[in-house]
């Protein structure tokens, strides 16, 4: 296992049992997201966290996403 997977499966783990860093790597997604060209990375990373039992970090990132769309819109 690689560096990066370890790291990731350690936060996934995190995440699952109540920690924080779910809501922080939301956190550093949205605030990304303007300057990302392509969303393919956002999207693969919230289709691993739920094949690994993970669907809540999906549904507040994708509100998350939602919520930072309509206000940099004006709405």
Do not use: C, H, T, W
Not at 22 to 50: C, N
């Amino acid at each position: 296992m690689s560096k990066g997977n370890a790291r990731n499966d350690r936060n996934d783990r995190n995440d699952r049992n109540g920690g924080n860093d779910g809501k922080d790597r939301i956190r550093k997604l949205v605030a990304q997201r303007p300057d990302l060209r392509d969303v393919s990375g956002l999207v693969e990373e919230a289709e691993r966290r739920v094949a690994k039992g993970d669907a809540v970090f999906a549904a507040d990132l994708g509100i998350a996403l939602a919520r930072a769309d309509a206000g940099a819109e004006g709405g």
